[in-house]
């Protein structure tokens, strides 16, 4: 079993910058590629970048692409979520995931084995 716990929420202005943080505990970091989604109240939940194993691939939904960046440090077994420029468009629940099963990178729901518990990012206008 595979435990993760978001981190680094808040409530920032317009044009701000926050950084998530997506702690893994049980089974082994480095064998799952890690990604975030997103949910604003009453959306599904949305992809928003995903990165590989080895941190060596990433992929991003177009509405974060240059604003957004997905890093690992696999001997802490974190992933970050640096999120720059910030919108009012941006503000949902953030989730964290990770994929055990080999593949391309994955950016469905349906792909992802294990899920955090999210984290609250508000920004205002």
């Known amino acids: 079993q595979v435990q993760l716990v978001e981190s680094g929420g808040g409530l920032v202005q317009a044009g701000g910058s926050l950084r998530l943080s997506c702690a893994a505990s049980?089974?082994?970091?480095?064998?799952?590629?890690m990604g975030w989604f997103r949910q604003a109240p009453g959306e599904e939940r949305e992809f928003v970048a995903v990165?590989?194993?080895?941190?060596?691939?990433?992929s991003y939904a177009d509405s974060v692409k240059g604003r957004f960046t997905i890093s690992r440090d696999n001997a802490k077994k974190t992933v970050y979520l640096q999120m720059n420029s910030l919108k009012p468009e941006d503000t949902a629940v953030y989730y964290c995931?990770?994929?055990?099963?080999?593949?391309?990178?994955?950016?469905?729901?349906?792909?992802?084995?294990?899920w955090g518990q999210g984290t609250q990012v508000t920004v205002s206008s």
């Open positions: 995931a990770a994929r055990e099963r080999i593949g391309v990178l994955p950016m469905g729901t349906y792909e992802y084995d294990y």
């Open positions: 049980g089974r082994t970091f480095s064998r799952m590629a």
């Open positions: 990165i590989s194993r080895s941190g060596d691939r990433e």
